[in-house]
């Protein structure tokens, strides 16, 4: 069985874009920000912090949250901070590193966990390396780095880091083939590799040895200061063996460090114990909008993005049936338990957004991800009913303002927390298909203690279900409430193997076999 940390199973995430989740006052700014509850920008920043999130771990344990993944908090010049310039120094904006610090103490404090984003594919135009090349050209020693046109440095062609509009043009790879793409026409054009031919991107050579030793030095420094993982950006852009020295360092630091990695498919071949924990599990949160949105699905929405444009549409409950059946199989168990069980992040419009504004289908959606093994994920101001197109709006600022918040969703996904996180069975337990027809779809989670049964109607009106159980026949089945129109419930396995029950609408039930 592929080791991986044991707290993973037991954890509900929180996902934090730093910039946009809460302002602290004892965080200095040094000049104007945009407004608070102005739509944001794409280059505007807000003015989150590190101890502005200190401040409002009161939410996040309210709604049941025992872990978080930050999105890039290092020092950089964008406001996502996926442009690093300092990988060993929390962005000033944030709180710098005695932020971190503050905020690494309170979250173990409440028995919180906390991951960062790893982005060690590319740096910015900043990152004083490459900005060393920039000032000497050829004669810099961190030359091999980067990938740098060779003639270009060699003949003392100014390199083009900041180009102007035409030569910008020239960059526009869009009627490339995609596997063309990474970097190829940045060599020529700008004279070096850019991560998707942006310029902002500078790529970083791994194979050279000093820039791996100094990236794999940065992830055993943040462990050493007290994060329990890395979530790794575009981590099938960075070779396969940095990876299982990236394994290898930090888990010699902290066997216990989660490792998770940005990747979008099904990729079994990359969960064999050598380099990932687990993936942020995207297939499963296509089929889960699939089906609690059905034909509410905004398909300009969901055309916003081009994996989810390719694989979310509706789906009835025999289709989502095959494609969780796969998502939970596809990987042995021990690694499915330790997915990341995301339904949207900062990389793809709110969930809101995708399902066109219906908060059912988001409960629904929570009440899905809190039952099925795997760490579940909540992006910030999902469970108060946030909307947001893509990027930038999909990163809009927390709304601290409660009259704004949708009270039903909040209470819907706290609920659904807190089923979770009650029951051992849906952390830990066995997953099994039970049976799905028309609209509705039901599994079992079963341990050596406990049997739960799960039903889901995402249809329109209420429906007839029969689940076969053939062991347990006779026995009582008690519904577990997780919503304020939660039916106290119980019903009774026939004596011929099969539960027979009315579903509600739009509704999830959780059926916890009686003693």
């Not at 950006?233 to 630091?253: C, G």
């Amino acid at each position: 069985m592929i080791d991986s940390p044991a707290w993973v199973r037991d954890a509900v995430f929180y996902q934090i874009f730093p910039d946009r989740f809460a302002r602290s006052a004892r965080v200095p700014k040094p000049g104007p920000l945009e407004p608070w509850d102005t739509p944001p920008s794409v280059h505007g920043f807000k003015g989150g912090d590190l101890l502005g999130v200190v401040e409002h771990l009161d939410h996040l344990e309210r709604i049941g949250v025992n872990a978080i993944y930050f999105n890039p908090v290092f020092a950089s010049a964008s406001n996502h901070r996926y442009h690093t310039y300092d990988y060993l120094a929390v962005d000033p904006l944030l709180g710098g590193d005695a932020a971190l610090r503050e905020l690494l103490d309170a979250c173990h404090a409440r028995g919180m966990r906390v991951v960062l984003d790893g982005v060690f594919n590319h740096a910015s135009r900043g990152f004083w390396p490459f900005h060393h090349v920039l000032e000497t050209g050829a004669g810099s020693p961190y030359r091999d780095w980067f990938y740098f046109n060779a003639e270009d440095l060699d003949s003392g062609r100014q390199i083009r880091a900041y180009p102007d509009e035409t030569m910008a043009h020239a960059v526009d790879v869009s009627d490339v083939p995609e596997e063309q793409r990474r970097g190829s026409q940045s060599l020529r054009v700008l004279g070096y590799r850019a991560w998707w031919d942006m310029p902002a991107l500078p790529k970083i050579n791994v194979d050279n040895p000093r820039a791996r030793e100094y990236l794999l030095g940065v992830a055993e420094h943040w462990i050493r200061f007290g994060i329990d993982g890395w979530r790794l950006d575009v981590a099938t852009e960075v070779p396969d063996e940095f990876w299982r020295v990236f394994r290898q360092r930090v888990k010699a630091l902290n066997p216990e460090a989660y490792i998770v990695a940005e990747i979008w498919q099904h990729r079994p071949e990359y969960l064999q114990g050598d380099m990932y924990d687990g993936l942020m599990h995207y297939p499963l949160a296509e089929a889960v909008i699939s089906f609690v949105g059905g034909e509410r699905i905004d398909r300009r929405v969901v055309g916003q993005h081009f994996e989810l444009a390719a694989n979310i549409r509706p789906d009835d409950g025999p289709a989502f049936a095959g494609r969780l059946e796969r998502a939970m199989t596809v990987y042995e168990p021990g690694v499915t338990s330790v997915q990341l069980n995301l339904l949207d992040s900062h990389d793809t419009p709110r969930l809101l957004s995708m399902v066109g504004g219906d908060p059912r289908s988001v409960a629904l959606a929570t009440f899905i991800v809190m039952t099925l093994p795997g760490a579940p994920s909540v992006y910030y101001g999902d469970e108060i009913g946030m909307p947001g197109e893509m990027d930038p709006f999909c990163r809009a600022p927390m709304r601290w303002d409660e009259s704004t918040w949708d009270r039903d969703l909040l209470d819907a996904t706290t609920g659904a927390i807190a089923l979770r996180r009650a029951s051992p069975t849906l952390r830990h337990g066995s997953f099994g298909l039970v049976g799905a027809e028309g609209p509705w779809c039901a599994w079992r989670r079963d341990d050596d203690a406990a049997t739960v049964v799960v039903v889901v109607n995402a249809g329109d009106a209420a429906t007839e279900a029969e689940l076969p159980l053939p062991d347990l026949a006779g026995r009582r089945l008690v519904a577990e409430p997780w919503h304020e129109r939660g039916p106290a419930t119980a019903v009774t396995v026939g004596d011929d193997g099969r539960l027979r029950l009315t579903m509600a609408a739009r509704d999830g039930l959780a059926l916890r076999v009686a003693p």
